[in-house]
């Protein structure tokens, strides 16, 4: 393994108790999307769809709920999802650091 200088090229056979580990590209770990290679651009489409599936709903309530109403419901579902696990990935890409700031 110290010659392997990229581990998608090899495949190592890891195996706990007799059953042998499934690699995977990515996952699913206390909310937050984790890729092989550290890239975050599944996490962030994931939060941003999220947040603009929560908006459409607010922008329904638009004529039904008080303007404070809706910017308290704001504030506790969209921003709480982008502050989620943002000390995780905090050297974002600038292209993806804009995805999330047109949220």
């Known amino acids: 393994m110290s010659r392997v200088h990229h581990l998608d090229e090899c495949d190592p056979n890891i195996a706990v108790s007799g059953y042998k580990l499934e690699r995977i590209k990515s996952c699913k770990l206390l ?3 984790i ?6 651009d599944d996490h962030i489409k994931h939060t941003v769809s999220g ?5 459409s709903i607010l922008r329904k309530l638009k004529y039904l709920a008080k303007y404070e109403l809706r910017k308290q419901l704001a504030e506790t579902l969209i921003l709480s999802k982008l502050d989620y696990a943002d000390l995780v990935f ?3 890409p600038q292209f993806l650091l804009r995805r999330l700031q047109r949220v």
């Open 90 to 92: 905090y050297p974002l």
């Open 31 to 33: 909310g937050v999307h």
């Open 35 to 40: 890729h092989e290679h550290l890239k975050w």
């Open 51 to 55: 947040c603009y599936a929560s908006l």
